[in-house]
């Protein structure tokens, strides 16, 4: 390879390890550097676990020298969102009223990622419980395409570190679409799984129904190793990225795509689906559910869940999480029952509709990342804990648990980057991974990084 080894893919460096070729203790100390010279621009870590990384590289090494081979990211290097627990390393949960200076026990995705041999560099910044604004005392990260643009959230320092190759591969949670975001804005791929297929114990709740652990990395290949090393044993074959299947039928929404879709959006959509009928794809009309009633009844349903989480935490920081728990407070039960009956049709619409397509094509948001202050001062002025457009593409997916993927799909005229959604029906992961891979071949948008040392210089 000859791009500088922070910027090669997980695989292709643990294959290296395997080989020898490489020592999992030199790229270490090598990637500690980088996040001591570049994060404190970027803000992508809480906290950098230098003695455990040092330590399970040692003993990846070892290993390895052994010939023993845990899995296909053995020795890998990566970070994981700052509200999955660590034994005995602080998990902040985004907050400082929330933190956890000494967990007990690793959350199982972290037990996962240690089992199957990667090396944990840290844990990763988000807004306060996954939710709204950054806790000012933990910092806000920053958007390494530009740093004034936001960078996708609530895994925003997962996208971030990823983006910026400060760790080669990242874990997230997604509750309303807090992997796929990131992802979009951050030029990642992005999967918000199967809801059951990664366990999520361990994880700090925004809303236990709707949360969902999930990978972020720069390559479809990647991001399909690390699901399996998550998943575990239990999905099987299902998210093989050599899934086999013939011309896929992709169900395409107008209404969805086009109306109410900022133009840089709509063209890089149109230009996706000419790719995709290059590739064979064919492309058929689908009626969705409304996003906008999907948004709103995704609310009442987190909010509702959320008042019982932060019972007893004290008064949060954001605005808009201290506006979603008032609203959870207000819900009565017969709101709640007709809600959940919703979500059962909801879910049901989606597993007829998968019964004539094989994936869904649709905007990860309406809109490019915004400026870091206009995101902020949209989120001061808004009523509604959330606005519907933030999450109304995102959130149907985690109200039915179907899987869904963002991944690049181009550049704005100034370029940060935008991105694109894939669903599928219940445990298809493997068909994501398929397009996504094919679709990554065709256009080569995972290719481009941002020009971070510039960016730094500048600020």
Not at 1 to 13: E, F, K, Q, S, V
Not at 93 to 121: C, F, I, K, Q, W
Not at 350 to 370: E, K, W
Not at 400 to 406: C, E, I, Q, V
């Amino acid at each position: 390879m000859n791009a500088p080894i922070h910027d090669w893919t997980a695989l292709g460096l643990a294959e290296a390890f395997r080989r020898r070729e490489l020592r999992v203790a030199d790229i270490v100390e090598d990637m500690l550097d980088r996040i001591a010279a570049l994060d404190p621009h970027l803000q992508s870590y809480v906290t950098v676990s230098a003695s455990l990384a040092r330590r399970q590289a040692r003993r990846a090494d070892a290993e390895l020298d052994a010939g023993r081979v845990r899995g296909p990211l053995h020795g890998v290097p990566i970070a994981v969102k700052d509200v999955l627990a660590t034994r005995g390393i602080a998990t902040s949960n985004g907050a400082t009223r929330l933190t956890d200076s000494n967990p007990a026990r690793d959350a199982v995705a972290v037990t996962r990622l240690e089992t199957s041999g990667l090396v944990l560099l840290g844990k990763l910044n988000l807004p306060e419980a996954a939710f709204g604004l950054h806790d000012p005392v933990v910092g806000t990260p920053r958007n390494p395409w530009h740093l004034d643009y936001w960078p996708g959230g609530s895994s925003s320092g997962p996208g971030v570190a990823t983006a910026a190759c400060l760790c080669f591969a990242a874990v997230g949670t997604d509750s309303g679409g807090s992997i796929r975001h990131p992802s979009a804005a951050n030029n990642l791929f992005g999967l918000k799984p199967t809801a059951g297929a990664v366990d999520v114990t361990g994880v700090f709740p925004l809303a236990p129904s709707l949360d969902h652990v999930g990978p972020m990395a720069r390559s479809p290949a990647d991001l399909a190793a690390l699901f399996t090393v998550l998943a575990g044993e239990a999905r099987g074959g299902a998210h093989d990225i050599e899934h086999r299947t013939g011309a896929l039928r992709i169900g395409v929404d107008r209404a969805w795509n086009e109306e109410g879709v900022d133009p840089v959006i709509a063209r890089a959509l149109v230009e996706t689906e000419r790719r995709l009928l290059e590739l064979g794809m064919r492309l058929e009309p689908v009626h969705l559910p409304s996003w906008r009633e999907s948004a709103e009844l995704w609310m009442v349903i987190c909010a509702s869940e959320a008042v019982k989480v932060h019972a007893g935490r004290g008064s949060p920081v954001s605005p808009s999480l201290e506006r979603l728990l008032e609203f959870g407070a207000r819900l009565d039960a017969a709101t709640l029952r007709e809600a959940l009956v919703e979500r059962k049709r909801l879910a049901s619409t989606l597993d007829a509709l998968f019964t004539s397509v094989d994936l869904i094509l649709s905007p990860v948001q309406s809109f490019a990342p915004p400026r870091i202050g206009a995101a902020r001062a949209a989120e001061a002025a808004r009523g509604l804990p959330m606005s519907p457009v933030d999450i109304g593409y995102t959130a149907l997916f985690n109200l039915t648990g179907h899987p869904a993927l963002a991944m690049p799909a181009g550049f704005t005229a100034n370029g940060l980057p935008v991105g694109c959604q894939l669903a599928a029906p219940i445990g298809r992961e493997g068909a994501l991974f398929h397009l996504a891979q094919r679709f990554d071949e065709a256009t080569g948008f995972s290719l481009r990084r941002p020009r971070l040392e510039r960016l730094v210089v500048n600020s």
